[in-house]
């Protein structure tokens, strides 16, 4: 998954939450929409940020897996 796919779902996330919790306080629609804005900037900046921490972190433990030699394994011993 690329980063502009997280930063999408992020906004999507918030965009929904914000409206979730306008309705639930009893906010009028203007207001609700305004913060759900908002809340859907903030959350989409949020999601790019983790992604791109979650997506180098995850490169490097694949460096790192295809940098470590193989495991040996002992050949079992034959019974004359």
Known sequence: MNIKALMVLGALVGFASGIAFGVADGNPWPVILWRASVAALVSAILTRWWGRIW?????????????????????PAVKP
């Open 55 to 75: 997506a180098g972190s995850l490169g490097d433990a694949l460096k790192q897996r295809r940098n470590q030699p193989a495991p040996t394994v002992p050949k």
